[in-house]
């Protein structure tokens, strides 16, 4: 059924997108740990820690829809379709989402 296997591929593709996520969130919070290691007890948040949170916390946002995505696909209410309507969005965040002068829109 040509139906049942576009969903899967955007299952697929919705999947590898959280991977990535989750990928770059535990490196954002390996990072954070080395930070706060190397820190003083009483200091104060530096500006790349700073950072690393507000990726963390935008990523943690786009995992919360592509998981979404994923049950709207797996109850057939979103088409194939649809979600290939925002490949190009999400993988433009994927491939730019630290670059200095990223606008997310």
């Known amino acids: 059924d040509p139906e049942t296997r576009q969903r899967m591929e955007a299952r697929e593709w919705v999947e590898s997108c959280l991977d990535q996520l989750q990928t770059l969130k535990d490196a954002?919070?390996?990072e954070i740990e080395v930070i706060r290691s190397k820190q003083k007890k009483n200091s104060k948040v530096s500006e790349r820690e700073t950072e690393l949170?507000?990726?963390i916390e935008r990523h943690s946002y786009h995992v919360e829809r592509l998981?979404?995505?994923?049950?709207l696909l797996d109850n057939e209410n979103?088409?194939?379709n649809e979600v290939n309507s925002i490949k190009d969005d999400v993988d433009y965040y994927l491939q730019s989402n630290t670059d200095p002068d990223f606008q997310e829109d």
């Open 53 to 55: 949170n507000e990726f």
């Open 67 to 71: 998981e979404l995505i994923l049950r």
């Open 78 to 80: 979103l088409t194939y």
């Open 28 to 30: 954002h919070e390996a």
